[in-house]
């Protein structure tokens, strides 16, 4: 069983959701990428998703773009990401790590290397934003033949068809996204969410995250109360960002990321 | 009438949008029931016999379609050798062939029912055509524009307000075409329901690549029974600008089958190829996966993309269409480049000689055509699109002190 889904699987039997923080690789500087990954571990994070920073992040608002542009700026490379995933593996080997970012960097490295370098790493699994199931058939096998999960998005505007599409090349969990727009947008509809999620269900026995517009414990509940894991992006950037020095840091994120994990128990405090 | 058709190997993309290796939709998950909905529509209207017949109604009334072709006379003779002509893009109205794309796009968001549109633009040409079109059919229209682009190119943001439409000013990444690309992608997949994106060049996630193609094929197609009536039979050779590539796919499409017509795009080689300051994705590119779609990229090592330089806004582009990528790839066409300054050069030149100011991005087509016609024999015939007008390039031309005497 892959680390992803004995990590969900455990979850399960305890009855509670997964917290699926997302950090960009690199910000705010290559540091700190290590260190603030054993923070969001300590605070409760059972996932960590690394985006891979990308010059042209299509799929990403203001907040995410900064951040990939800041560590680009800081020499952040794809083959760098590789190394802090190793150097997070060396004192943790239970949290999966999930990459999570564009087609060129992995298709500029060729996805063979790509995948030999995730798997000496120790990643778990990969989300390519501008990969759709049919346009990587080849990387996807190739992904799970390595024992990495190959994870994709679904979106409120994906039909019923492409519903059972995307659920049968994914692996690991489906990522939700929870709104029609860019990562932190300030959209949400937890409501359209939790009607959403039954039929995602009946199409897939994978677990089912949700993202894009999670900003705060209460929103991450509700969400919680119909989902399987909650990733949280942009807000915990804006909380990196927004913090005078580096202890500061890790006290905001550790703070957050608590606040997160104290609402997303309360359902499992209230289901006993 | 402006459709491929029969079993040419040239008949590209596959159904799924494929030019060979390249093209395809490699975009996040919320745009795909966006471009399911878009290329079925496509597909319901390119066999639809009306559609066709309001596209060129409005070519024919709004554009001031046939553009003409004219015989550079003087110019030819300057330089020597073979017989340059010219196809007049730049006096669609507009300015541009940008507009040809635009209208076509427009009937079908209208026939969509969509009630807003937007697009993206790197000299502006394409803006401008998308608020004219976007004012003729009483659309609203949002305009993302480089803020760099913005200060190159002051007049067509000034003529995009007068025409009605908000021009947003993209700062991230470069500040430039590739940028506003991004912004306007944002755009459309927070506001898919009502919202049509017109694509301003044959890039992006298929079918924007085989609709605008289609749509710029009427440039091609008139060449083909123009130069006929005009000169006896067809051109030697045929050159375009391409930056995305919307002007050379345009000109060059109908002619793919006639293999003794020899096609040349010509990139923006900035201030040279063994420079960083160029915009040859053709040339100096590797293939990979932006906006949409695999094509040919200037990219670093690592897979992020680069910036381009170009004298001409419009060709200031790190990609280029997908089905240029596959068409240097079988050979049917070459790639060359101009720098800034050969192509600052051929703009004199033809202003000069001939009283026309070429767009600085055609003026790289003319610059190719200047090295090459002096080697060939005088009843040779090369015919340059001449894809857009030279006004909105007053400032840059003068920046750059080329004025001569």
Request: neutral net charge; aromatic residues 6%; contains cysteine.
């Given at each position: 069983m ?9 979850l399960?039997?305890?009855g509670?959701?997964?917290l699926?923080p997302?950090?960009?690789?690199g ?12 923070t969001?571990?300590e605070?409760g994070?059972d996932i ?5 920073p ?6 990403d608002g203001?907040?995410?773009q ?6 680009i700026?800081g ?5 760098r990401v590789f ?5 997070f593996?060396?004192?943790?080997a239970?949290?999966p790590?999930?990459?999570?970012g ?5 298709e500029?490295m060729?996805?063979p290397t ?6 000496d790493?120790?990643v778990?699994?990969v989300?390519t934003?501008?990969y ?8 996807a096998?190739?992904?799970a ?10 979106a409120p505007?994906s039909?019923?068809?492409?519903l059972?599409e995307?659920?049968?090349?994914g692996?690991?969990?489906l ?8 990562t932190g ?7 359209a969410?939790s009607?959403?999620i ?7 026995g ?5 993202g894009?517009?999670?900003r705060?414990?209460?929103s991450a ?5 119909a ?11 804006e909380i990196?960002e927004a ?16 606040s997160?994990r ?7 405090g209230a289901a006993? | 009438?402006?459709?491929t ?11 799924h949008?494929?030019?060979g ?12 029931a966006?471009?399911?909905?878009l290329t079925?529509?496509?597909q ?7 559609f066709?017949?309001e596209?060129?109604?409005e070519?024919?009334?709004?554009v ?6 004219y015989?550079?006379?003087n110019w ?7 017989q340059i002509?010219l196809?007049r893009?730049d006096?669609n109205h ?5 507009v040809?794309?635009?209208i ?13 549109i937007?697009?993206?633009?790197g000299?502006g ?15 609203p229209?949002?305009v993302?524009m480089?803020?760099?682009?913005m200060?190159?190119?002051a ?10 439409a908000e021009?947003?000013?993209v700062e991230?990444?470069s500040r430039t075409l590739?940028?506003a690309?991004n912004?306007?992608m ?6 898919i329901a009502?919202t049509?994106?017109?694509i ?5 996630p298929?079918?924007y690549?085989?609709m605008v193609?289609d749509f710029?094929?009427i440039?091609?197609h ?16 045929i050159?375009?600008?391409?930056g ?7 000109i060059?499409?109908?002619y793919?089958d006639?293999a003794?017509?020899?096609l040349?795009g010509v990139?923006?080689?900035g201030?040279?190829l063994?420079?960083p300051?160029?915009?040859a994705?053709?040339g100096c ?5 932006l906006h ?14 680069m910036?381009?330089h170009s004298?001409s806004?419009g060709l ?5 269409g997908?089905e ?7 050979g049917r ?10 192509a ?7 202003t000069?000689?001939?009283?026309i100011l ?5 003026s ?5 055509a ?15 699109n001449l894809s857009?007008?030279?006004d ?7 920046e750059?002190g080329n004025?001569q005497?």
């Open positions: 892959s680390r992803i889904a004995s990590t969900f699987a455990h399960r039997q305890q509670r959701r997964a699926i997302f950090l960009t690789a910000f705010p500087d290559r540091e700190h990428t290590v260190p603030l990954m054993h969001l571990v605070h994070a960590i998703e690394l985006g891979v990308f010059s042209d992040p299509m799929a203001p907040v995410i900064r951040a990939s542009e800041q560590a700026a020499s952040m490379t794809l083959a190394d802090c995933v190793a150097q593996r060396q004192q943790n239970h949290t790590v999930v990459l999570m564009y087609a060129n960097p992995i500029a060729g996805y790509f995948i030999q370098h995730a798997q790493a120790g778990d699994g989300l934003v501008d759709p199931p049919q346009e990587c058939t080849e990387f096998a190739a992904l033949a390595a024992e990495i999960d190959p994870i994709f998005l679904l505007t039909t019923e068809a492409r059972h995307v659920a049968a090349a692996r690991g969990y990522y939700y996204v929870s709104l029609i727009g860019v947008a300030a959209t949400l509809n937890t409501a969410v009607a959403r039954p039929a995602i269900r009946a199409a897939t994978l677990p089912v995250a949700v894009f517009g999670v705060d414990a209460a509940q509700k969400i919680g109360a989902a399987d894991g909650v990733i949280i992006g942009s807000r915990l950037i990196l913090a005078s020095d580096t202890p500061a840091m890790h006290r905001a994120a550790g703070e957050f990321l608590g997160l104290t609402a997303l128990d309360q359902l499992h006993q | 009438m402006n459709r058709t029969g079993n040419s190997p040239f008949s590209q993309p596959d159904e949008g494929h030019f290796r390249f093209g395809g939709v490699f975009v996040s998950e919320t745009l795909i966006a471009l399911t909905e079925d529509a496509w319901r209207v390119r066999e639809d016999e009306r066709w017949a596209f060129q109604h070519m024919a009334h709004y001031g379609r046939p553009s003409p072709i015989h550079a006379r030819s003779q300057q330089l020597g050798g073979a002509y196809k893009e006096l507009t300015g541009s062939h940008k040809n794309n635009c076509g796009q427009a009937l079908l968001a209208r026939r969509m029912g969509k009630k807003r937007i697009a993206e633009t000299a040409q394409h803006g401008v055509a998308t608020a004219s079109v976007a004012a003729r059919y009483g659309l229209c949002v993302y480089g803020a760099e682009d200060r190159r190119q007049s067509n943001v000034y003529r995009m307000k007068l025409l009605g021009v947003r000013a991230s990444g590739k940028d690309l912004e306007a944002r755009d459309w997949v927070t506001n009502d049509f994106y017109i301003g060049t044959v890039a992006g298929h079918p690549p085989q193609r710029q094929s440039i091609g008139e060449c083909r029974e123009q130069m006929v009536k005009l000169a006896g039979r067809q051109p030697d050779e050159i375009a600008c391409v995305g590539g919307s002007n050379a796919i345009g060059f499409h109908p793919l006639e003794n017509v020899r040349t990139e923006a080689a201030k040279g063994d420079t300051f160029h915009a994705a053709l590119g590797r293939a990979g996966v949409g779609n695999r094509t040919m990229l200037l990219q670093n090592a690592d897979g992020q993309i910036e381009a004298v806004a200031d582009y790190p990609g280029v997908p240029h990528a596959w068409l240097q790839e079988t066409v070459q790639y060359v480049a101009a720098t800034d300054e050969e600052l050069a051929a703009f004199h030149a033809l000069r000689a001939e009283g070429p767009a600085l991005e055609s790289h087509a003319l610059a190719h200047a090295r090459i016609a002096p080697t060939l024999p005088a009843d040779a015939i090369v015919l340059v857009g007008r030279g909105k390039d007053m400032h840059t031309v003068a750059y004025l005497r």
